[in-house]
DNA sequence: CTGAAAGCGCTTACAG
DNA sequence: CTGAAAGCGCTTACAG
C-alpha cells in the first residue's frame, strides 16, 4: 500500500488559481474577479479571497493569462548595443515612463542585421505588446511583418527610408546637427580635416555623413578632407586615427559617434597629442565624464535619456490606440564644448 | 444579408499550429514534432509542415509553449542601478554567454527595497526561469521564497548574509580588495583620508568598509580619518567632498564605489583641485575613460563583464539541474593605478 | 511514424 | 453579485 509521503523537493506544483478558489470556497471566475477587479464581489468574498492568497502564496502565472488576454504585458528593446552609454541612457529613459506596468525585454543586435533578424523572429513571438527599436539595417521587411501582425513598432535613432510614415519613430536631427557640428570647426580656420564616418546603412550615419560634408561644400574654399569609414566602434575611432596619421596630422577631426571619439581621442593621446591644442576635436554625441578631462571637445549634445522618455510616451500612445496616426517626432540636439 | 467583408485591421487574428496543421494536411501534434524536432517525422511532412510555416508566416505563441512546458526561455536581470556602467557591464557578460537562447527580462530598483520587492513579484509570476540579482537589501525573505518556489537564484555582487550558502552567488572579493586599496593610499604616507562610504544595506558597502577600515587600524598610527556615508550614487560623491571641505582639506580620498568616485573628482576639480597632486583618490572601480584624463588616480580593477559571463555560467549549470548544490564564487581584484 | 485528445492556468461571456 | 464552462495555442502521453 502506497502512502502519499511527499519528499519537499525544489519545484512543487505551484500553486493556481484553483487552490486560491478552493481554499477561500468560491469558484476561479470570483478569485480572478478579485485579483483583477474586473467586476464588483461581495465584501465578505474579497477578503476571503485576499486570505487565501496571502497565506498560499499565490502568485498569478503570467503565460496563462497572456494566453488569455493576449496581452504580454511586456515591451520589448532592441538596440545595436546596450552597453553603449547612449543607448543605456535612452533604455533609462524608457523605463522611468513604462516604470512598475510592464516588463522590458532587452536585446542587443551588436550592429549586426543577421543577429538583429533572429532576435526580432523571438520577439515576435506574442511575447512583446510593442517594440522599441534602433535598428542595425536591412531588415525592413521583417520589422514592417512584426507591425502589421500587431506588435507596433517605436523605431528610435535610426530611421530606415522604407518605413519612415508607417510607424511611430522618435530620431534626431542628425543633419542639421552634424551641419552645425561640421560649421563650427570649420570656423576655427583649419585647413585639413579628418572625418570618422559610421556605417552608411545605419540611417544616423548617412544623414550625419550629409550634414557634415553640406557644411563643408557651403564653406567652399580650401579645405582638405579626408574621410574613414567606421563602424560605430571605439576600435574603429583608434583605426582612423592610425589612417589618418599614415600621412600629415589633420588640424581637426570629427568623428560621427561618440565611441569612435573615444577611441579617436584614446589613439591621439597615446600618440602625445594635446587635444584642442595639437589637434581639435569634434564629437557627434558626449563622452562619459568629459568633465573630468581638460581637452577641448566640441559635441553635439544628445540627451538620449530624454529621448527615453519620449519613446516611452509614445509606446504609451501606441497601446493606447493602435490605430492612432503614426507620429515622427524629430528632436533638436545642442551643440557643446568642454574648454581647456 | 450580410457578407464577410473583411476590412483589413491592423491585428488580424494571427496564424496558430491549427492553420499550418491545415495547411499541411496533418494534425498539430505533427507540427509541432516538426517545429521542435521532438521526435522523428517522415521527410515529405516536414517539407509539407516547413512550406506551410514560411507561407503563412508562422510564429509560435510564446505564452502557450510556456503554459505547457513550463518553462519561459526567459531570465531575469534585477540591479540596483541599470545606468551604473559597473551593472551594464555585466549585463553585457550575461548577454555574451546566453546568447540567442534566452531573453533577458531586465529590471532596475534604484537601490530602493520597496521598487525591489514589486519587481520581485512580477518575475516570480513564471515569466522567468531563473533570476540573477544584485539586491538592494531587505527582501531576503521574498527572494528566499521564489528560489524555494522553483525559480532559482543567483545572486550577484552583494551577497546577503541570511542567503548566503543556499543560492549560487558570484561577488567580489570586497574585503581585501579595499583592504589592499586602502593600504596602498595610506603608504602614500598621508596624514588625513577622508572616506566616502556606500549604504550599509548593501553587503558589498559594509565589506568594503571592514576592509578599508582592518588596513587602517592595522596600520597604527597618527592617521587622521573622516568618514561619510553616501548611497553609491554621483551625487553623494559630490556631497562627501563639500562636506570634507568644510573642514581642513584631507590629503587623500578613497570612494568605495565609481560612481561617487566621479562625483568626488568632478566637485574637487570644480574646486580647483588637481587629482594626484594636491589631493589623492582612490576608488572602488574604475571610471569610464579614465584614460582619457590625466588625473592620477589607485582603483580596483573590478571587470564587471567577466563577472556577468561567470554569472552566466552558473545560469547554465542551474538551469540543467536545479538540484546541484550551491556554489560560490568569489571574484578576485587587482589594484590599478592612472599616472599622470 | 502519426493523430485524437487531454490539459497547462488563466479570463470572460453566459445564465442565473 | 456568483459559478459552470468554454477556450486561448500549444505539447505530449497514449493508442495505433
Known sequence: MQRGFQVTTRRRRSITIKDVARYAGVSTATVSRVLNGSSPVKDELVERVQHAVTTLGYHPNAAARSLKTRKANAIGILVPDISNPYFMQIIKGIEDVMALDYSLLMASSDEDSKKEKKLLNVLSEDRIDCLVLATAGGN???????????????????????????????????????YELAQSMIKLEIESLG???????????????????SAIRQHGSKLTVREYFGDFTLESGERAVEHFLQGE????????????????????IKRGFVIGKDIMLGS??????????????????????????????????????????AVSHVVKQQLGVTFK
Not at 596630422?249 to 591621439?268: D, F, K, Q, R, Y
Not at 578631462?293 to 510616451?313: H, M, N, W
Open 140 to 178: 525592413d521587411e521583417v520589422i514592417r511583418a512584426i507591425d502589421e501582425k500587431g506588435i507596433p513598432v517605436v523605431l528610435i535613432d535610426r530611421l530606415p527610408e522604407s518605413l519612415a510614415n508607417t510607424m511611430d519613430s522618435v530620431v534626431e536631427d542628425n543633419f542639421w546637427s552634424a
Open 195 to 213: 572625418i570618422i564616418h559610421g556605417p552608411m546603412s545605419a540611417s544616423t550615419a548617412y544623414q550625419r555623413a550629409s550634414g557634415c560634408m
Open 249 to 268: 596630422a589633420p588640424e581637426a577631426i570629427i568623428a560621427m559617434n561618440n565611441l569612435m571619439a573615444v577611441g579617436a581621442i584614446s589613439e591621439l
Open 284 to 325: 557627434y554625441g558626449a563622452i562619459e565624464n568629459h568633465l573630468l578631462f581638460d581637452s577641448s571637445l566640441r559635441y553635439v549634445e544628445q540627451e538620449p535619456r530624454t529621448l527615453g522618455k519620449l519613446a516611452g510616451k509614445v509606446v504609451q500612445r501606441r497601446l493606447e490606440d493602435r490605430h492612432a496616426e
